[in-house]
């Protein structure tokens, strides 16, 4: 009987170790996986200045882009106006029996 109660004994331990063995391998995964995540987290943090300054970089570019797109709208509506005052300007000299003088080549 004492070696079949130390073999029942045995067979207990190593379930026992073996169930250790098993959350000893859980509580290294989490604990790498927590050491991964906080690695990515402040990675991150790393990161985001970086992308704070390339997104600030990015609308320094656009809003100069924007700026010229502007510029070249207001000179086309601009040259329109003036076109439209001079053909009303010669008009109304043709009107009076005047004009401006063309040269022609």
Known sequence: KC???SMEKMTKVEKNLQRAVGLLKT?????????HCMWQMTLSQRRNPY???RMQDAV???LALASKQLLMARRVSLHQLFEQEHQQY???LRQMG????????
């Open 60 to 62: 320094v570019q656009e």
């Open 27 to 35: 509580v290294n995964r989490w604990q790498n996986l927590h050491t």
């Open 51 to 53: 992308a704070a300054l």
């Open 98 to 105: 005047k004009a401006f003088y063309v040269e022609r080549l």
């Open 90 to 92: 010669q008009q109304e």
């Open 3 to 5: 070696t079949t109660m």
